[in-house]
């Protein structure tokens, strides 16, 4: 299962393991549709055949574009303190 992940995040094992870890927070903690999904992957589920199953893209899909499209409207300098903080945060989470 952690092949998976790992290939997802092109072999970055730290990003590897706070995907993990999100889907493990959105099991326990989600809401609807995306905690179904998050409890399907955790218990062994695929994470790709589940993000790309039309049961659950709408869920996935609009928050996704509002992030994306903010994100792309940001200055340089608020991408880049994006960019900073993520990579904060996975240095904390000991991946």
Known sequence: MFD???E???????????????MED????????IQEMAQDVV????LR???FSG???EDI????QNF??????MPAEERLEVQTQTREYLNTQGG
């Open 4 to 6: 998976e992940y790992l």
């Open 8 to 22: 997802i995040a092109n072999g970055d094992v730290q990003i590897a393991n706070a995907l993990y870890r999100i």
């Open 26 to 33: 959105l099991a326990a903690n989600g809401t609807g549709m």
């Open 43 to 46: 218990e062994g589920g695929s």
């Open 49 to 51: 055949a589940a993000f």
């Open 55 to 57: 049961i659950y893209a």
């Open 61 to 64: 899909e609009g928050p996704f």
């Open 68 to 73: 994306w499209k903010a994100y792309q409207e």
